[in-house]
């Protein structure tokens, strides 16, 4: 619990103060016509990349969950270790096409660029198993996976952003149902070794997930 409100105040701190530096310099008059991202599509990327960022840190509380020594899981720790670090890459991979495609400064909104990431507050510390943890990642990879799919729909239709649509088909949603069908099996494996092994089945799927 320390570890992640730990993370959570240094977010906090960074972001604080990226939000105060501010350059002294005038802003040049650059192009925009190369700036063509229509304003819904991006906010439905800019939400996108919030549930990233709000996923990475549920994952990271799990970890350390199972890290703690009156639990000592470290298999269940490193398989959410390695979530939390996956959705934190996904954040950071939609906010660099966002740069690519100029979406960060289309509307020169500075609150729109400082406000883009919010601290998430994790509420739930504790899981009574790894069974229900594992339930509830899938639970959140299938509305990462929504989420995703609801970018898509609205920037295809009249938007027409091709581009971006192929990207995230292609770049993350075959990653999603991947993990999905993968969290899955790994839930019914461990069932059937707690139905007949009990607590020691755990036990055993635990030193599993380290391999």
């Not at 906090?12 to 501010?22: G, R």
């Not at 991006?42 to 709000?54: A, F, G, H, P």
């Not at 943890?133 to 989420?147: H, I, M, P």
């Amino acid at each position: 619990m320390k570890q992640v409100l730990a993370l959570a105040i240094a977010f906090s701190m960074v972001f604080m103060a990226s939000a105060s530096l501010k350059c002294s310099l005038d802003v040049p008059e650059i192009p925009k016509d190369w700036q063509d991202m229509f304003k819904s599509c991006i906010e439905k990327m800019r939400t996108q990349i919030q549930m990233e960022v709000d996923a990475s840190m549920k994952y990271l509380a799990m970890a350390a969950y199972f890290s703690r020594d009156t639990v000592n899981r470290p298999g269940f720790a490193k398989h959410f270790f390695e979530a939390s670090s996956e959705e934190r890459e996904h954040a950071n991979k939609l906010i660099e096409y966002l740069l690519m495609r100029g979406g960060l400064n289309t509307f020169n909104e500075t609150s729109y660029i400082t406000s883009l990431i919010k601290v998430p507050m994790v509420k739930k510390l504790e899981w009574e198993s790894g069974v229900d943890a594992l339930e509830e990642a899938l639970k959140l990879e299938a509305e990462v996976t929504r989420s995703i799919r609801d970018v898509i729909k609205t920037c295809e239709g009249d938007v027409n952003d091709y581009h971006l649509v192929d990207y995230l088909t292609g770049e993350f949603l075959e990653e999603q149902y991947n993990g999905q069908r993968e969290l899955a099996g790994k839930i019914s494996t461990l069932r059937k070794m707690m139905k007949t092994h009990g607590t020691i089945g755990e036990f055993m799927y635990d030193k599993k997930l380290l391999e």
